[in-house]
């Protein structure tokens, strides 16, 4: 699969039928939280956990979220979801 920047980091996940809404296809809410689920899992990967972060006194915060929509989602699909570190201000504390 092609992705917008170099080195993703990636997770795989199923769409589940709690996740499908009235329309019958998964409900846009649902992708936030499954980039929450994918950011925590590339933080951990780097070692910072939420026991890390309260040891530094800091931690990483989503600035902006971009999601197109390319095609609905429907129970039972496999989904690969990717996200990157692309910059820091190091404003952050």
């Given at each position: ?45 780097l070692?910072?956990?939420?026991t ?35 910059d ?6």
């Amino acid at each position: 699969m092609g992705w917008d920047l170099a080195t993703p980091f990636i997770i795989d996940l199923q769409v589940a039928a709690e996740d499908i809404d009235g329309l019958g296809h998964a409900n846009n809410a649902v992708y936030v939280s499954w980039l929450e689920r994918c950011a925590w899992r590339h933080s951990q990967r780097l070692g910072l956990d939420l026991t890390e972060y309260r040891r530094l006194d800091r931690a990483m915060a989503v600035v902006r979220h971009e999601i197109d929509y390319l095609a609905a989602g429907y129970e039972g699909d496999e989904l690969h979801l990717a996200t990157w570190i692309v910059d820091w201000d190091q404003r952050l504390k």
